[in-house]
């Protein structure tokens, strides 16, 4: 049994030391890796209702695919269970002056889930219109809850651009309530 010489003995510790540097950097190239996707941070605002036992609002906003009408996209978390009763609002024009009052086609109650996460856009599409309503325009929407209060808050109006695309809101029989 041939002992090897020295240069073979460097030569093997390097080649393994290189192959694991090859193999750790070549992890981290992306191949569609999440942390290669570019981050969008939420568009729309959050809030919570009450102290305690209230809901939580996160990126509220509305999207606009026409002029005048838009549906609410939010998800909401009741820490019981509540229900959405009721969406109002004012449209401000560009000029941040009021505008003409929303109407809304929520006529039933959505029932909130304890505990569970609730993502409007995948339920009976709670719809809101205004002559003036247009993206880039900011409503201060009012939602109302059974029990857990109501909050209002400025909220923002986009234009459908492929990002919600794939959101189809399923559609709400009944007539539009004005209030």
Not at 19 to 46: E, H, I, K, R, W
Request: hydrophobic content about 40%; proline content about 8%; aromatic content about 6%.
């Amino acid at each position: 049994m041939s002992v090897p010489s020295l240069p073979q003995r460097l030569l093997r510790p390097l080649l393994v030391l290189m192959a694991g540097a090859s193999l750790l950097l070549s992890s981290g190239c992306g191949f569609d890796a999440q942390t290669m996707q570019p981050y969008s941070p939420a568009m729309g605002v959050s809030a919570n209702t009450g102290a305690d036992g209230g809901i939580h609002i996160r990126n509220l906003l509305l999207v606009s695919r026409e002029d005048g009408q838009a549906f609410v996209s939010a998800s909401l978390l009741a820490d019981r269970s509540a229900a959405l009763t009721g969406v109002s609002g004012t449209v401000f024009d560009q000029d941040n002056t009021p505008g003409v009052p929303l109407t809304s086609n929520l006529r039933e109650p959505l029932r909130l889930v304890r505990g569970e996460w609730a993502i409007l856009a995948e339920r009976p599409a709670v719809r809101v219109t205004s002559p003036i309503l247009r993206p880039a325009t900011n409503v201060l929407l009012q939602l109302r809850f059974a029990d857990a209060g109501s909050v209002e808050l400025w909220v923002p109006v986009y234009r459908d651009q492929n990002e919600y695309e794939a959101v189809t809101p399923i559609p709400r029989s009944g007539d539009v309530d004005h209030g």
